[in-house]
């Protein structure tokens, strides 16, 4: 028997900071530790603050996808003041985090993770027109050709292993990731225009949003809209499908436990009905959501151990070990590993994210529109729900997420009544306390505050996506979610672990959110 240790230091084409450590027996993994290296402290640093300041500074936990922490944030005070946005606010909203999470969906699919599947080096065999792509082939030709150590970043260097072999995808996705950059800086302005800045909107305040809608920035919006759908349904789909049939193993790959939670999110404008479903899917079947059911530990992370063992949002002191002992456990075999805590539901490890979105909200039947477009890609590609929570899987997923979020966009910016304002003027509640659940782009987002005597944040609990996905295991030994998906992958090439790469960039990991 082979056995050798596989560690990718640092994950790059992520956001933060990341360490994965693999032990690998006959070619395949058969363990797993992901490490979270960076500490941030944002909860504390909250207290004693009013707050009415979280939305502004819990979204300086990450600069990929601050309008999460802002409508978190809003939700959970909001939760706690005994209000709601009207309708304006609401839909105004729904207009910024909608256009926020079309951007990170091409941000990651284009930037982040399509140099896994397609070969750079196709471009130097163009012999086209195209004037883009005869500037690239140029350049890269130049950087190849140059003493750099490192030429052709940020495409180069990679991991050797199996690109598509298909000219024709290789060609046009390099063309779309060349093309999807103006699209981003158009949803970056779409974001702006209700949310007042990008990144790190301001205008999302408990109470709805302070813009007041114009009939010119109602028309502005649309019109960036409009460039945005077609390149989402002319190119985003399209690549997702031709890389999906290229590399169609990878619905089998990075599949972890199957065990999935969402939250709902997307109201309408009465938030009566929201466009993607809360639960739990659990051993194939799916379940009402209970908040009840979402504890935090610690034991393999670097912070004291609770005295319970695990911790309810709000439920006690979170704090960092000492420098001493911070260099012992770093030294253990079996000790603390990670920056990162481990949320767990009913104790179990939860994947949160595209996947659980999508499978959570297709099983409780909440939007038809979803079945039906699932149902026509299972078809096509001759897949199942179960195969949704795999590498491919997940960047369908997102797709499908897209797709949606424009049609309710579309649909919504009709809705909005121009000149009128969009905010709920509220006091902040005494010794109160609140929740706000929602979908970040990366999966399930809880804010968690309870204010004092003089309306001051006491406490506050973040509980963010890639802190699900990316926890070291628990007291019970259970390795965290994205350690479970590494589990039992073949490696062909263990000094080029391409394999790896993929599954983790799947999950579209943010360190800095993790260990907020």
Not at 85 to 92: C, D, K, M, S
Not at 139 to 163: M, T
Not at 218 to 235: K, M, N
Not at 328 to 352: I, L, N
Request: glycine share 8%; hydrophobic share 40%.
């Amino acid at each position: 028997m082979t056995s050798r240790t596989v560690t990718i230091d640092p994950v790059t084409r992520i956001e933060g900071h990341m360490r994965v450590k693999t032990r690998v027996e006959n070619g395949v993994v058969v363990d797993a530790h992901c490490s979270a290296d960076m500490f941030r402290g944002i909860e504390k640093a909250l207290e004693g603050y009013d707050a009415r300041a979280a939305q502004q500074v819990t979204q300086r936990v990450c600069g990929i996808c601050p309008y999460g922490h802002a409508e978190a944030a809003s939700l959970a005070l909001e939760n706690a003041m005994g209000i709601k946005p009207n309708r304006n606010g609401q839909i105004l909203r729904n207009l910024i985090v909608g256009a926020y999470q079309l951007h990170d969906f091409l941000l990651h699919f284009y930037t982040l993770c399509l140099l896994d599947f397609i070969d750079i080096a196709a471009v130097l065999h163009y012999g086209g027109g195209d004037a883009d792509l005869l500037r690239l082939k140029a350049w890269v030709a130049q950087e190849l050709d140059s003493e750099k150590v490192f030429p052709a970043a940020p495409f180069l260097p990679r991991y050797k292993g199996n690109y598509a072999e298909d000219q024709e995808l290789n060609i046009t996705a390099i063309k779309h990731y060349m093309d999807a950059i103006p699209v981003l800086a158009d949803l970056h302005k779409m974001v702006a225009i209700f949310g007042a800045k990008a990144p790190h909107p301001t205008a999302i305040e408990a109470g709805g949003v302070t813009t007041v809608p114009t009939a010119e920035k109602i028309g502005y919006y649309r019109t960036l809209l409009q460039r945005a759908e077609r390149f989402v349904h002319d190119c985003y789909r399209n690549d997702v499908m031709a890389v999906g049939h290229q590399f169609k193993d990878y619905f089998q790959q990075g599949k972890g436990y199957g065990q999935l939670l969402s939250y709902a999110y997307f109201p309408d404008p009465d938030g009566k009905h929201h466009a993607f479903s809360s639960g739990v899917t659990l051993n194939g079947r799916y379940a009402p959501l209970d908040m009840q059911g979402i504890t935090e530990e610690h034991a393999y992370s670097y912070y004291q151990d609770a005295v319970s063992g695990a911790l309810k949002p709000l439920g006690g002191d979170v704090t960092p070990i000492g420098w001493q002992e911070f260099q012992k456990e770093r030294d253990k075999a079996d000790g603390k590993y990670s920056w990162c805590r481990a949320p767990r539901y009913q104790g179990q490890v939860m994947e949160v994210g595209p996947a659980a979105r999508i499978v959570n909200t297709y099983l409780s039947g909440a939007n038809p529109k979803l079945n039906q477009l699932a149902d026509a890609i299972n078809q096509q590609f001759g897949i199942t729900l179960s195969d949704y929570p795999s590498v491919m899987g997940r960047h369908l997923c997102r797709y499908l997420s897209a797709s949606l979020i424009i049609d309710m966009l579309k649909e919504q910016l009709e809705q909005v009544e121009p000149d009128k304002v969009a905010f709920v003027e509220a006091e902040v509640p005494k010794n109160a306390v609140g929740v706000g659940l929602t979908e970040a782009t990366r999966g399930s987002l809880g804010h968690w505050i309870e204010t004092d005597a003089k309306g001051r944040i006491r406490r506050y609990t973040l509980i963010v996506p890639t802190t699900w996905n990316m926890s070291p295991r628990d007291r019970a030994g259970q390795p965290g979610a994205l350690e479970k998906m590494l589990i039992g992958t073949p490696l062909k090439d263990p000094e080029h672990p391409m394999e790896l790469a993929r599954i983790i960039r799947s999950t579209d990991p943010c360190l800095a959110c993790s260990v907020h």
